[in-house]
Nanobody, 123 residues
């Protein structure tokens, strides 16, 4: 399985970005895909998850109501729509893949990672 993120960039506070994660070597119904982020000097934290088997979703409390995860199984793409961004959302965002029964946003449970995409929110 390989993952490639795109869509990061610089945005003003209150703005929006949509991140994309392109998966290859699998179909999305066979994996759980999650978004994580890591800010400088901080631990990597889970942002959102979509489980391929049943489409179960999960969000970190810090992004609920602002971020939306979705997938296009035919294109093997997973998206993270990020609205109402604030400077605290500034980080490198990674998508990661795990077994389809994974229901947690714990980095160590995800063996496959993309290279990351930088999101910077200016105040």
């Amino acid at each position: 399985v390989q993952l490639v993120e795109s869509g990061g960039g610089l945005v003003q506070a209150g703005g929006s970005l949509r991140l994309s994660c392109a998966a290859s070597g699998t179909t999305l119904d066979l994996v759980t895909i999650a978004w994580f982020r890591q800010a400088p000097g901080k631990e990597r934290e889970g942002v959102s998850r979509i489980s391929g088997g049943d489409g179960d979703l999960d969000y970190a409390d810090s992004v609920k109501g602002r971020f939306t995860i979705s997938s296009d199984n035919a294109k093997k793409m997973v998206y993270l729509q990020m609205n109402s961004l604030n400077p605290e959302d500034t980080a490198v965002y990674f998508c990661a893949a795990a077994a389809p029964w994974i229901r947690h946003l714990t980095p160590r449970l995800y063996p496959t990672w993309g290279q990351g995409t930088q999101v910077t929110v200016s105040s």
